[in-house]
């Protein structure tokens, strides 16, 4: 028994990454980011407007939070369109009574579907950004290039059209990418990418097309993965999210600017015995004069500045 | 594959010789970073994949990559706020690609034990030499970047064949995290017949125990830690016990996390018996003071 001896061999094992994506650094070693009028957390409310079609081909692995059951899953389909019916209308009452600008990733055939959704958020002047095709078009290692090239620009281009707004964010369903995935993204003039989780802070990610900002969204602390995943509580979730604002808050006092990113959906928290902890959430992060709440885009140009 | 791997001998918790520690303390105290390193595009092992998406799992890539970015520096904070060294749980091929961690828990006389290379190539299918060279590898890295001797040993991601103590062993270390049988250190059996023993790693307390496969709230944690603390201390009084904390800056300094731990660390660290100590220390005295007699009174009892 023994296995290839290639797998003794070590090719990567060198100062920094193991890939030439992104520099390594540490978040504390950093020059000090300064967010506009000297606010010390920048907060992130991002909300996913996901569209999970009813047949699901779950290939090469099924959505997260997707279809389950044998066709047709009823119960999973329609428990992800209550978020879009209704749940989104209450989580829009609470960022307005707690004066938050969302950022909305929307599923492009979400936007075919629904106009009025669309209208609606395009109206309020939130930013929209590019949330894939729909759940169950995922982008993974393997993918037929000119199969992926196509999903990225007809997503792009069906929600430019949609809103009106350039669309320059990007969130792929599930946040799985293909090795070509961000080289797609900046070729269609997309400029900012959520799906790494490796940091806290925006930071500059190389392509062969050029560089892209990469925004991590927290999966550690998304509503789906604290509730849906791990089946913590309802006053779970809110402690916990209390709990990050409070310690981010204070290590922005002595290390720099700081950034929560909140990623929410509507068909979680927009449920009716939920949506007052999103409220509650809201309102202890608000009560600080410290926090600047804005959009994606408007974070990752203040962060550049700060570069 | 045999029914018992035979590293131990059955050895009840009652009526065992006593321990006891430095300064008469009634419980060893350690904490141990797991400080790692996951490859985005890992030589493929036939028994065990290494990511559950198609290459590039950026959710399980990026999720490890956070330890290193933020979390390491978070989590050394909370433990130099408290006196608490660290006993690093190291993927060895993280002193060439982050020297600068290597250096701050240099400065900090932490402990260095290896973890293996990466925590993406398993022991799964290696043969006897190809695990020693894996094995001789670590210690030869751990000893060129930190002067140290490397001690102990956490198999990487936990994976085992039937002569990894044996190998260990016979590369130098004393003790090994491994087993979970334990409260107290234990002699182990290695074919060299080498004073080689257990020192307790508890996976009970391991924060990607209790995140990832339990799935415990923070402040639930910091509770499990008190708790598990305040018995342990108890029973310490009669004899001597060891708790360990495995950590990884991936899991706990998560900001939604690190407060909940931090206030169970200086409940802690406020007690008065306590020995704050490094996996290295608790191996060396034990084997120093107390593996004869344990030996003896194991097979006083296997006998009887």
């Known amino acids: 028994m023994a296995l290839d001896p290639s797998y003794l061999e070590y090719p990567h094992r060198s100062y920094g990454m193991d890939h030439d994506r992104y520099d390594w650094s540490m978040l504390a070693d950093r020059k000090p980011v300064a967010w506009p009028d000297g606010k010390r957390l920048a907060l992130w409310v991002n909300v996913s407007l996901q569209y999970f079609p009813l047949n699901q081909s779950g290939k090469p692995f099924a959505p997260v939070a997707g279809m389950t059951t044998a066709y047709p899953d009823l119960r999973h389909y329609t428990l992800r369109e209550y978020g879009n019916r209704v749940g989104i209308f209450r989580c829009l009452q609470a960022f307005d009574r707690y004066d938050v600008k969302p950022t909305f990733a929307v599923s492009a055939r979400l936007a075919e579907r629904y106009p009025y959704l669309i209208k609606k958020l395009v109206a309020r002047g939130d930013e929209i950004i590019a949330h894939g095709w729909h759940m169950d078009a995922p982008h993974f290692g393997g993918q037929d290039q000119a199969e992926e090239a196509t999903l990225v620009k007809k997503s792009l281009q069906t929600l430019r059209e949609a809103t009106g707004q350039p669309v320059t964010g990007w969130l792929s369903p599930s946040k799985s990418q293909s090795s070509n995935t961000p080289e797609l993204l900046v070729e269609n003039g997309v400029e900012y990418m959520c799906d790494w989780i490796n940091d806290e802070l925006p930071y500059n990610f190389r392509t062969s097309a050029g560089d892209i900002t990469a925004m991590p969204l927290s999966t550690e602390l998304e509503d789906r993965f604290i509730m849906h995943a791990n089946l913590h509580s309802e006053s779970e979730y809110a402690d916990q999210i209390k709990d990050a604002f409070d310690y981010l808050y204070a290590e922005a006092g002595d290390q720099g600017g700081r950034m929560l990113a909140l990623s929410i959906h509507p068909w979680m928290l927009g449920q009716p015995h939920r949506i007052g902890k999103l409220e509650e959430v809201l309102a202890h992060i608000t009560s600080q004069d410290g926090v600047w709440s804005a959009s994606a885009g408007d974070i990752r140009t203040a962060w550049q500045a700060a570069q | ?304």
């Open chain 2, 1 to 304: 594959m045999k029914e018992d791997p035979g590293l131990y001998d059955y050895w009840p918790y009652e009526n065992r010789p006593k321990i006891t520690w430095p300064n008469g303390a009634r419980v060893a105290f350690w904490v141990a970073p797991n400080i790692e390193f996951y490859e985005l595009d890992p030589a493929v092992n036939p028994h065990r994949k290494a990511w559950p998406r198609p290459v590039p799992d950026i959710s399980g890539y990026g999720t490890r990559d956070y330890g290193n970015r933020v979390g390491h520096m978070r989590m050394m904070r909370t433990l130099d706020k408290y006196g608490v060294r660290g006993s690093i749980s190291l993927s060895t091929a993280l002193c060439d690609h982050h020297p600068e961690i290597i250096q701050m828990c240099k400065e900090r006389d932490w402990e260095f034990f290896s973890h293996g290379i990466y925590n993406t190539r398993y022991t799964y299918g290696m043969s006897e030499d190809q695990e020693r060279a894996m094995i001789e590898d670590a210690v030869e890295t751990i000893h060129k970047h930190t002067g140290q001797d490397c001690s102990g040993y956490l198999a990487p991601a936990l994976t085992h064949s039937d002569i990894t103590m044996d190998l260990f062993a016979e590369a130098g270390g004393i003790y090994t995290c491994d087993l979970f049988h334990d409260d107290q250190p234990t002699p182990v059996h290695v074919r060299s017949g080498k004073k080689f023993i257990s020192v307790p790693y508890s996976l009970e307390m391991n924060d990607t125990i209790v995140y990832v496969v339990n799935k415990i709230e923070p402040r639930r944690y910091g509770e499990m830690i008190k708790a598990n603390f305040d018995r342990l201390y108890e029973e310490g009084k009669d004899n001597g016990v060891v708790m360990c904390i495995p950590l990884h800056g991936y899991q706990v300094s998560h900001p939604h996390r690190i407060k909940a731990f931090e206030e169970a660390l200086e409940y802690i660290t406020g007690h008065s018996d306590v020995w704050v100590t490094t996996g290295r220390e608790i191996a060396e005295y034990y084997i120093e003071n107390c593996y004869d007699e344990a030996v003896a009174d194991i097979t006083a009892k296997g006998a009887a």
